[in-house]
């Protein structure tokens, strides 16, 4: 190891002995042996910015130099850590612990490694050591100062109240002014000077333990805390960046995740000179491709990402190190690369089974004199931690930690099969006793926390490490989740808050749509105007990145909202009035492109009637799952938004009293919204009747010029027509110059076949439920000729006629249009005309069409326009009702349980357009959809919500409140 002279120096530095400081090593081992040769200086920086030199042999392998510098700062946790240093090629690259030092580094003497953290843990609490938070906390120093840990403003201040905390003690104002005046910690601090202050005044009293604690608490909920990006392209020539952490390998475009894979769904991976390769197991939900590609900038980039990745794996998902793999006779195929060092699992149990002498450390920025201590926090039963690594896995989520099966593989399997460029990712391999071990939560819980097991006694478990489902669908007792739901707030300003998060997802998910999908199509054809891409481009992509920043600033509010922060840091937090004033004025910035979208929607359409081939592309991409709604209400929601956030803000106002901090930034915001909103009211209610129209221009077969200027959609539904075999089904298309009823026909995609038009002029409508002894039936007559026609419920045979009433008015009162919409082509008589009496022998009564799918097998069917959902309901509803529709839209979290399945599901929930969307998770929501089912305002939302495949039960009370007050509203 280090000679004797350096080795005391290091223990005289910290305060300890010349024997202590074992670091990685098992108990009763020994350090690595320093191999014979000539010497050679090596520098080390260490986080704390000092520069350490260690002799070392030249023949040395990484491992000995690894363990000479944990040894010099006494660190029992050194596997979280790791060397680095600037290659040849002047990219940052880990040091190899298994290779010799000088195969990687051609000029010890002249090359500066540092020491830094490599692993970043899903939970802060797993560090169990003082010393090791203290690292940590100087790691997150230092990325906040290169700009490599972006966050949102309050956050960034939040994290350096805490820093200075820990290096200055309490609060004094003079003395926190000048320390900020004289040390820079964020870029542009002087903007944050004063909420840094003021979050630095509500910290008197803690200790730089406790500040180190705190700040890890705040950084960990951050999306980019522990990533490093890798840049990269897919296979459309996109930039992305890659990154993998404790939970898998993740894809960034910016600083924005687009996409994770979970360990437990990845089950190789490889690189090919250039490109890195994903492939996923098998799953019949994921209709995509199974091996994902990435194309780096070198295959130096990409077998370096390539060793992170299983190095990442081994880390967090094995029980201990993989065995090395045996060296071949003849021949050697592919990299011997392995993970070398303890996993997590081991880390937490040598330090949990071992008791380390208190030793003090200084800590180097700080001028609180506290006595700091080398030893791991109060020691816990054993079997708890065991149980927690047999049982179980910890992985982040956005509201709190999911405990997830523990992917294991046993050190023979891994070995079998792992090449050069392949990393296969094993499944778990215990026994199914092993497996179904019971484990207590509740003691592991206690275990976690900050290794402290009496603390937990009666405490409310971490929400960081609370059992949740995860994707798989692992089952959840319900007295797991109501103890999870008690600790959720239950204030209604958190619900609506939690509803904004929610949406604001979903929402810019949607806008990812037509900024990366969309906009990929476009890019592939030739055919689509230089314009239209450029104003697509220019309109859309300005709020895209306004709602990414705010998204962003959201979660780190919300979080900290129902976190375990401190009281103080909670009643700040707790409001997002100032998020939404600050939103609606960057908002109204962004006017320039809110009413050019109204333009989009022209454009895009004048080009797909000028291109057959751009039409053909457009309609193939609203069938993909990507599109789960029309593609023109995706071009729309940016209006549809501010709609929203008027209502939201409207509830938080009525609910603040005037006396609230948080009642003026909310009555602001909603005065700013609501001025915007006005401007842009009258060309959102034109551009809403115009996307009807030619959405019902896709779905209807056998009309012409139905989407033109001057024509209103006024009601679209269901009755039942009377006729010779009785009552039939059919759609039927009041607009304010004609009506159209059609029936839904058996083709690929269910388009409804239109076959008789009545013009609105001269028609009259009367009750005939005496005379025809139909309930709620009613007579349309026009021209000598008469339709007998009959509602599902005395309610909506009142609106009908209501509407038929008013929409008479209007057409005798208007100029006139075109009432000849039915095609030249079609052989279906026009108005006045007997109606062709064979049209029942086609279609049949309604319950013999198909209730889903289509009959034609391959094609896929895309039922997800209204008219769809109002022929599956029997309903009807009106373009009030679309108005009302749009402003309340809802995402969230719901639990899902099969009649015939024992557990519950937990899925993302999307309702909008009247519709139920069922996914497995909100990040990838739009690529992964696991089934849906209509569900109409008419329904009712008690403690679940019936389907025809299941059931869909809450995880909480307050989502189904928040659904039925959807409802209700429309």
Same mark, same amino acid.
């Given at each position: 190891?280090?000679?004797?002279?350096?080795?005391?120096?290091?223990?005289?530095? *910290?305060?300890?002995?010349?024997?202590?400081?074992?670091?990685?090593?098992?108990?009763?081992?020994?350090?690595?042996?320093?191999?014979?040769?000539?010497?050679?200086?090596?520098?080390?920086?260490?986080?704390? #910015?000092?520069?350490?030199?260690?002799?070392?042999?030249?023949?040395?392998?990484?491992?000995?130099?690894?363990?000479?510098?944990?040894?010099?700062?006494?660190?029992?946790?050194?596997?979280?850590?790791?060397?680095?240093?600037?290659?040849?090629?002047?990219?940052?690259?880990?040091?190899?612990?298994?290779?010799?030092?000088?195969?990687?580094?051609?000029?010890?003497?002249?090359?500066?490694?540092?020491?830094?953290?490599?692993?970043?843990?899903?939970?802060?609490?797993?560090?169990?050591?003082?010393?090791?938070?203290?690292?940590?906390?100087?790691?997150?120093?230092?990325?906040?100062?290169?700009?490599?840990?972006?966050?949102?403003?309050?956050?960034?201040?939040?994290?350096?109240?805490?820093?200075?905390?820990?290096?200055?003690?309490?609060?004094?104002?003079?003395?926190?002014?000048?320390?900020?005046?004289?040390?820079?910690?964020?870029?542009?601090?002087?903007?944050?000077? #004063?909420?840094?202050?003021?979050?630095?005044?509500?910290?008197?009293?803690?200790?730089?333990?406790?500040?180190?604690?705190?700040?890890?608490?705040?950084?960990?909920? *951050?999306?980019?805390?522990?990533?490093?990006?890798?840049?990269?392209?897919?296979?459309?020539?996109?930039?992305?960046?890659?990154?993998?952490?404790?939970?898998?390998?993740?894809?960034?475009?910016?600083?924005?995740?687009?996409?994770?894979?979970?360990?437990?769904?990845?089950?190789?991976?490889?690189?090919?000179?250039?490109?890195?390769?994903?492939?996923?197991?098998?799953?019949?939900?994921?209709?995509?491709?199974?091996?994902?590609?990435?194309?780096?900038?070198?295959?130096?980039?990409?077998?370096?990402?390539?060793?992170?990745?299983?190095?990442?794996?081994?880390?967090?998902?094995?029980?201990?190190?993989?065995?090395?793999?045996?060296?071949?006779?003849?021949?050697?195929?592919?990299?011997?690369?392995?993970?070398?060092?303890?996993?997590?699992?081991?880390?937490?149990?040598?330090?949990?089974?071992?008791?380390?002498?208190? *030793?003090?450390?200084?800590?180097?920025?700080?001028?609180?004199?506290?006595?700091?201590?080398?030893?791991?926090?109060?020691?816990?039963?054993?079997?708890?931690?065991?149980?927690?690594?047999?049982?179980?896995?910890?992985?982040?989520?956005?509201?709190?930690?999911?405990?997830?099966?523990?992917?294991?593989?046993?050190?023979?399997?891994?070995?079998?099969?792992?090449?050069?460029?392949?990393?296969?990712?094993?499944?778990?391999?215990?026994?199914?006793?092993?497996?179904?071990?019971?484990?207590?939560?509740?003691?592991?819980?206690?275990?976690?926390?900050?290794?402290?097991?009496?603390?937990?006694?009666?405490?409310?478990?971490?929400?960081?490490?609370?059992?949740?489902?995860?994707?798989?669908?692992?089952?959840?007792?319900?007295?797991?989740?109501?103890?999870?739901?008690?600790?959720?707030?239950?204030?209604?300003?958190?619900?609506?808050?939690?509803?904004?998060?929610?949406?604001?997802?979903?929402?810019?998910?949607?806008?990812?749509?037509?900024?990366?999908?969309?906009?990929?199509?476009?890019?592939?054809?030739?055919?689509?105007?230089?314009?239209?891409?450029?104003?697509?481009?220019?309109?859309?992509?300005?709020?895209?990145?306004?709602?990414?920043?705010?998204?962003?600033?959201?979660?780190?509010?919300?979080?900290?909202?129902?976190?375990?922060?401190?009281?103080?840091?909670?009643?700040?937090?707790?409001?997002?009035?100032?998020?939404?004033?600050?939103?609606?004025?960057?908002?109204?910035?962004?006017?320039?492109?809110?009413?050019?979208?109204?333009?989009?929607?022209?454009?895009?359409?004048?080009?797909?009637?000028?291109?057959?081939?751009?039409?053909?592309?457009?309609?193939?991409?609203?069938?993909?799952?990507?599109?789960?709604?029309?593609?023109?209400?995706?071009?729309?929601?940016?209006?549809?938004?501010?709609?929203?956030?008027?209502?939201?803000?409207?509830?938080?106002?009525?609910?603040?009293?005037?006396?609230?901090?948080?009642?003026?930034?909310?009555?602001?915001?909603?005065?700013?919204?609501?001025?915007?909103?006005?401007?842009?009211?009258?060309?959102?209610?034109?551009?809403?009747?115009?996307?009807?129209?030619?959405?019902?221009?896709?779905?209807?077969?056998?009309?012409?010029?139905?989407?033109?200027?001057?024509?209103?959609?006024?009601?679209?539904?269901?009755?039942?027509?009377?006729?010779?075999?009785?009552?039939?089904?059919?759609?039927?298309?009041?607009?304010?110059?004609?009506?159209?009823?059609?029936?839904?026909?058996?083709?690929?995609?269910?388009?409804?076949?239109?076959?008789?038009?009545?013009?609105?002029?001269?028609?009259?409508?009367?009750?005939?439920?005496?005379?025809?002894?139909?309930?709620?039936?009613?007579?349309?007559?026009?021209?000598?000729?008469?339709?007998?026609?009959?509602?599902?419920?005395?309610?909506?045979?009142?609106?009908?006629?209501?509407?038929?009433?008013?929409?008479?008015?209007?057409?005798?009162?208007?100029?006139?249009?075109?009432?000849?919409?039915?095609?030249?082509?079609?052989?279906?008589?026009?108005?006045?005309?007997?109606?062709?009496?064979?049209?029942? #022998?086609?279609?049949?009564?309604?319950?013999?069409?198909?209730?889903?799918?289509?009959?034609?097998?391959?094609?896929?069917?895309?039922?997800?326009?209204?008219?769809?959902?109002?022929?599956?309901?029997?309903?009807?509803?009106?373009?009030?009702?679309?108005?009302?529709?749009?402003?309340?839209?809802?995402?969230?979290?719901?639990?899902?349980?099969?009649?015939?399945?024992?557990?519950?599901?937990?899925?993302?929930?999307?309702?909008?357009?009247?519709?139920?969307?069922?996914?497995?998770?909100?990040?990838?929501?739009?690529?992964?959809?696991?089934?849906?089912?209509?569900?109409?305002?008419?329904?009712?939302?008690?403690?679940?919500?019936?389907?025809?495949?299941?059931?869909?039960?809450?995880?909480?009370?307050?989502?189904?409140?928040?659904?039925?007050?959807?409802?209700?509203?429309?």
């Amino acid at each position: 190891m280090a000679e004797r002279g350096q080795a005391s120096l290091a223990g005289q530095r *910290l305060g300890a002995p010349e024997t202590l400081g074992i670091s990685t090593l098992e108990p009763g081992h020994k350090p690595p042996a320093m191999p014979s040769g000539r010497p050679v200086p090596v520098r080390v920086v260490l986080l704390d #910015d000092s520069e350490e030199i260690f002799e070392i042999s030249h023949r040395a392998s990484g491992r000995v130099l690894f363990e000479m510098v944990c040894l010099h700062l006494n660190l029992i946790e050194g596997d979280y850590f790791g060397l680095e240093f600037q290659s040849h090629h002047r990219k940052m690259v880990w040091l190899d612990l298994l290779k010799p030092i000088r195969k990687q580094i051609t000029r010890p003497k002249h090359t500066v490694l540092r020491f830094v953290v490599k692993f970043f843990p899903p939970d802060h609490s797993l560090l169990l050591e003082e010393l090791t938070r203290y690292l940590f906390a100087l790691q997150v120093r230092q990325d906040l100062a290169s700009g490599r840990l972006t966050c949102s403003d309050a956050s960034a201040a939040l994290l350096v109240s805490h820093i200075i905390q820990s290096e200055i003690g309490d609060f004094e104002e003079t003395q926190c002014r000048q320390h900020l005046l004289n040390t820079n910690y964020i870029p542009d601090q002087m903007a944050l000077m #004063d909420k840094i202050m003021e979050f630095h005044h509500k910290h008197i009293g803690q200790t730089p333990a406790e500040s180190d604690y705190r700040l890890l608490e705040v950084a960990c909920r *951050l999306e980019i805390y522990g990533i490093r990006l890798h840049p990269a392209k897919d296979r459309e020539g996109t930039k992305l960046s890659l990154a993998v952490a404790h939970g898998g390998v993740l894809v960034f475009q910016g600083h924005n995740r687009i996409n994770n894979f979970n360990w437990s769904k990845i089950r190789k991976l490889s690189f090919k000179r250039r490109r890195f390769l994903i492939k996923l197991r098998a799953d019949p939900s994921n209709v995509n491709q199974d091996t994902l590609e990435f194309l780096m900038a070198s295959r130096d980039c990409c077998k370096m990402f390539w060793k992170i990745c299983v190095e990442y794996h081994a880390f967090f998902r094995l029980f201990e190190e993989p065995r090395p793999k045996p060296k071949p006779v003849l021949f050697s195929r592919g990299s011997s690369f392995r993970f070398s060092g303890r996993t997590q699992k081991q880390v937490i149990d040598y330090v949990k089974e071992n008791e380390f002498k208190k *030793l003090p450390f200084d800590r180097k920025h700080s001028r609180v004199q506290y006595n700091s201590s080398l030893s791991p926090l109060r020691s816990v039963p054993n079997q708890a931690i065991k149980q927690s690594w047999e049982g179980s896995f910890l992985v982040s989520s956005e509201d709190s930690a999911v405990i997830r099966p523990c992917g294991n593989s046993s050190p023979s399997t891994q070995r079998n099969g792992c090449s050069d460029q392949t990393y296969p990712i094993q499944e778990d391999r215990r026994s199914p006793a092993a497996k179904q071990q019971p484990v207590d939560r509740a003691e592991v819980t206690c275990a976690l926390v900050n290794g402290h097991a009496d603390d937990c006694r009666g405490a409310t478990p971490s929400p960081l490490i609370s059992p949740m489902l995860n994707d798989t669908g692992t089952i959840r007792t319900d007295d797991e989740e109501d103890n999870r739901r008690k600790n959720c707030p239950a204030d209604t300003a958190y619900c609506i808050a939690k509803e904004l998060l929610c949406t604001e997802r979903t929402y810019l998910k949607d806008l990812e749509l037509i900024t990366v999908w969309f906009q990929g199509v476009l890019d592939k054809e030739d055919c689509v105007p230089d314009a239209l891409k450029t104003l697509l481009s220019s309109t859309y992509e300005p709020l895209h990145s306004h709602h990414t920043h705010f998204l962003q600033e959201l979660e780190e509010r919300l979080s900290l909202w129902e976190g375990r922060c401190s009281t103080e840091v909670k009643e700040e937090m707790q409001h997002v009035g100032d998020l939404l004033l600050k939103s609606a004025q960057e908002l109204k910035a962004l006017s320039a492109q809110l009413q050019t979208i109204s333009e989009c929607v022209f454009a895009l359409e004048r080009a797909c009637v000028a291109s057959r081939r751009l039409e053909s592309a457009c309609r193939e991409f609203e069938l993909q799952k990507v599109c789960y709604i029309p593609l023109n209400v995706f071009l729309l929601s940016p209006l549809h938004r501010l709609l929203h956030y008027r209502q939201m803000l409207g509830r938080l106002c009525k609910h603040y009293p005037p006396t609230h901090s948080d009642y003026g930034d909310c009555s602001a915001a909603l005065g700013e919204v609501s001025e915007l909103e006005a401007a842009l009211r009258p060309g959102l209610e034109e551009m809403e009747n115009y996307q009807k129209l030619l959405e019902l221009q896709k779905d209807v077969v056998g009309v012409e010029r139905l989407a033109v200027s001057g024509r209103q959609l006024i009601r679209l539904g269901c009755l039942s027509k009377l006729s010779g075999k009785g009552l039939q089904q059919r759609m039927f298309f009041l607009f304010s110059d004609v009506v159209l009823y059609s029936t839904r026909g058996i083709t690929s995609t269910n388009q409804f076949t239109v076959h008789r038009q009545l013009p609105l002029r001269g028609m009259t409508i009367r009750e005939s439920e005496d005379e025809w002894g139909v309930p709620h039936s009613f007579t349309l007559m026009v021209q000598q000729q008469s339709l007998v026609v009959a509602a599902c419920s005395e309610s909506e045979m009142e609106k009908w006629m209501e509407d038929l009433k008013m929409a008479v008015d209007m057409a005798e009162e208007s100029n006139g249009l075109t009432s000849d919409l039915l095609a030249a082509s079609k052989d279906v008589k026009s108005s006045g005309a007997s109606e062709v009496e064979s049209e029942d #022998d086609l279609c049949g009564s309604r319950t013999s069409l198909p209730r889903n799918g289509n009959s034609s097998g391959n094609t896929p069917n895309r039922g997800n326009t209204t008219a769809h959902v109002c022929w599956h309901r029997n309903t009807s509803v009106s373009m009030l009702d679309f108005n009302t529709a749009i402003e309340n839209q809802l995402s969230g979290n719901l639990l899902r349980k099969f009649k015939n399945s024992n557990g519950w599901q937990k899925l993302w929930v999307v309702f909008t357009n009247f519709t139920l969307f069922f996914y497995k998770t909100h990040e990838v929501n739009n690529t992964h959809t696991h089934t849906h089912c209509h569900v109409l305002c008419e329904c009712v939302c008690e403690t679940s919500v019936s389907s025809r495949s299941g059931q869909v039960s809450s995880g909480q009370s307050a989502s189904v409140g928040l659904l039925s007050d959807s409802c209700r509203r429309i």
